[in-house]
């Protein structure tokens, strides 16, 4: 039991990370967030230039993220479900710093959405913890 959750988490986990980033690559134009945090909260105007950039930026960090997660599919299904326990740590890694990165990116812009990528590296260690506990610890009561 505890081992199929564990994989179905390492599943979602990855494919939520992967559509979060296409999602990120559709932005065409700055959200109300950014726009505060970028102009200062209105005091100045943002120039074109540089909002532009700001979105480029954040299309080359979905790449990341879209590349983290494809990565993070392939080596559930070709590592972990396998049993290599090294592809769960790969992908522990992965998600840990990419994910992590991402939700303190979006709190310190004053985002609600950090919450959203915070669940997903709790959805990971969690997954983790349950790959990775020993077998007693789930023993039934005789």
């Known amino acids: 039991m505890r081992r199929k959750l564990a994989l179905a988490l390492y599943y979602a986990v990855p494919l939520l990370v992967l559509l979060g980033g296409i999602g990120d690559l559709a932005i065409t134009e700055l959200l109300e967030t950014q726009r505060a945090f970028l102009s200062g909260q209105g005091a100045y105007p943002i120039p074109p230039p540089a909002e532009r950039a700001f979105i480029e930026l954040l299309h080359a960090m979905a790449g990341g993220l879209v590349a983290v997660g494809a990565s993070g599919l392939l080596l559930t299904h070709f590592g972990i479900r396998a049993g290599q326990r090294w592809a769960a740590v790969a992908l522990l890694i992965a998600i840990l710093c990419s994910e992590g990165a991402n939700t303190v990116g979006m709190y310190l812009l004053g985002s609600p959405f950090y919450m959203v990528t915070g669940t997903y590296v ?7 913890a349950l790959a990775f506990a020993p077998t007693f610890a789930f023993a039934e009561a005789r």
């Open 122 to 128: 709790a959805l990971i260690l969690v997954a983790t």
